[in-house]
């Protein structure tokens, strides 16, 4: 027994964190092959290495996985000091190859002198699809104002597909529940992020981030753009761009008459915050949100306004005016304060009356002994708790949005 225990301590030195082991980069100069600065590391990746997120069977394990930063070209290698075949009999170890050639697309590199080559021609390279928006970034490291462009691009855009199928592998390290889309179905819209650089005198492209959208049908002749998949990759995260992007889809759907409303496929906690404060942006100079306006309550002129004018729907819109309305209330005021609060909880206590319904339903239906269990689960008092911690949540999301507002 002692002797397999001392065989376990040895082979578990053979198991690598996949997170650690997964070296992504984005490359514009060959030095920056060398550039541990410019390495960074997936935040999940459970769905090519199961839940544990762990590759067995080697020591020192390095996943390289650089890309050219703007047509993402690729170079895929696998570096170790120690494999556990070599090591024990009988003990096979994972094949990591294969488990990356399932995301990746064919055609990559695998050495570096290829991968070189690849990166002289990216010159060549220019943005798909048709120019949307163009806006500049202050770089404090370069002193300098950085120029980006949004674009929108379909499959019918030459190299487009092939560029695609490379982009999305990085869903897999930062989308926590990421699936490829089917591409062939016409449906979907891409929205995509480029940085503008200089090379030896030339301007190039960087790929900043993307967005997807399904577009789906709405009887009897209206469109209901949903937004599937959103990435900024990490090197450019926290500057800006998710809001950038988001707000330049919003407006080129906005431009639309067929377009009923714009919704979102199981958005994220950041997803939402970033939607309330786009979604604040643009309507917080309609009329129908003037602090007078705001102070008499949720109307539908807010819903009718913001969903023809901006194809905001009608939830969105609510929580949009318990945002600009916190902006208009004096929270010092006893009299304003309680108001607010009272506005809000009335639409949080939802929830809460249907189980009080539900509760009705059962006294009528249940024998004692069931409306006893029943009655166990539906406590009034941590209901109340409840909804007054949701309150407190929502306040202090509500108001980093309005500090970003101020900001922007």
Avoid at 80 to 97: R, W
Avoid at 230 to 243: D, K, R, S
């Amino acid at each position: 027994m002692a002797g397999l225990t001392a065989m376990e301590k040895k082979l578990a030195e053979y198991k690598c964190n996949t997170n650690e082991a997964i070296q992504l980069k984005l490359v514009r100069f060959p030095e920056e092959l060398e550039d541990d600065n410019t390495t960074f590391n997936p935040e999940y990746s459970h769905q090519v290495f199961g839940d544990d997120e762990v590759a067995f069977g080697y020591k020192g394990l390095k996943i390289l996985l650089y890309y050219i930063a703007g047509n993402l070209s690729t170079l895929f290698r696998i570096e170790y000091t120690s494999k556990v075949n070599e090591k024990f009999d009988c003990v096979e170890a994972d094949d990591v190859e294969s488990k990356i050639r399932e995301i990746i697309p064919p055609g990559f590199c695998t050495n570096t002198d290829d991968f070189v080559s690849l990166l002289e021609k990216e010159v060549n390279f220019k943005p798909f699809g048709t120019l949307l928006h163009t806006y500049s970034v202050h770089n404090e490291e370069a002193g300098d104002d950085i120029t980006y462009q949004i674009h929108k691009a379909d499959m019918t855009c030459p190299g487009f597909r092939e560029y695609h199928e490379r982009l999305q592998t990085f869903l897999m390290w930062f989308i926590e529940t990421a699936s490829f889309i089917d591409v062939d179905d016409e449906r979907w819209n891409y929205f995509l992020v480029f940085e503008k650089y200089n090379k030896d005198g030339a301007t190039l492209f960087a790929t900043v981030g993307y967005m997807t959208v399904y577009n789906y049908y709405v009887y009897p002749d209206k469109t209901r753009p949903r937004v599937s998949q959103m990435l900024i990759l990490p090197p450019f995260q926290g500057e800006g761009h998710g809001a950038q992007l988001l707000e330049t889809v919003h407006r080129y759907y906005m431009s639309s008459p067929t377009v009923l409303d714009i919704t979102a496929e199981d958005p994220s906690e950041n997803y939402v915050k970033l939607r309330d404060f786009v979604l604040v942006k643009l309507c917080k100079d309609l009329l129908c949100f003037s602090p007078g306006r705001l102070m008499q309550g949720f109307s539908q002129e807010m819903v009718v306004e913001a969903q023809q004018k901006l194809k905001i729907n009608k939830q969105h819109t609510r929580r949009v005016y318990e945002i600009l309305r916190l902006r208009a209330t004096d929270m010092g005021d006893a009299e304003q304060s309680r108001s607010y609060r009272l506005d809000v909880k009335r639409r949080l206590i939802g929830p809460y009356k249907k189980k009080q319904r539900e509760l009705a339903k059962m006294r009528r239906c249940l024998r004692p002994e069931e409306l006893t269990n029943q009655l166990n689960q539906i406590d009034l008092n941590m209901q109340h708790e409840q909804l007054e911690e949701s309150f407190q949540q929502l306040v202090s999301d509500y108001r980093r949005v309005l500090e970003r507002l101020a900001q922007a």
